[in-house]
Nanobody, 126 residues
Framework: QVQLVESGGGLVQAGASLTLSCAASGRTFSSYAMGWFRQAPGKEREFVAAISRGGGSTYYANSVKGRFTISRDNAKNMVSLQMNSLKPGDAAVYYC???????????????????WGQGTQVTGSL
């Protein structure tokens, strides 16, 4: 069992930067691939970024590639999402997720993730 708690959301302006964090409980954090998803009002949840168990491989949605960076610290049971050059379309509730799947092809599919956090909201003059 893994419990995930996101933090770091808030009010931002277009062009600003923000870092989201996700703290995981349990001693098996490093055995899960981690991902970030987001959901804007009236829209479906969408994939943002994912990172492999060891952190050596990362995957991004085309809409955030070059602006967002996902990272993890297995010693601290943390995964982060550094967001730069925020745009209006980035406003959403951001969710952290942990998955036991393997392979990059599965990383952008929400149903492949086993555990989800409660979300943190990013909003403002985007």
């Amino acid at each position: 069992q893994v419990q995930l708690v996101e933090s770091g959301g808030g009010l931002v302006q277009a062009g600003a930067s923000l870092t989201l964090s996700c703290a995981a409980s349990g001693r098996t954090f490093s055995s899960y691939a981690m991902g970030w998803f987001r959901q804007a009002p009236g829209k479906e949840r969408e994939f943002v970024a994912a990172i492999s168990r060891g952190g050596g491989s990362t995957y991004y949605a085309n809409s955030v590639k070059g602006r967002f960076t996902i990272s993890r610290d297995n010693a601290k049971n943390m995964v982060s999402l550094q967001m730069n050059s925020l745009k209006p379309g980035d406003a959403a509730v951001y969710y952290c997720a942990a998955g036991s799947f393997y392979g990059p092809a599965a990383s952008n599919i929400g149903s492949n993730y086993d555990y989800w956090g409660q979300g943190t909201q990013v909003t403002g003059s985007l």
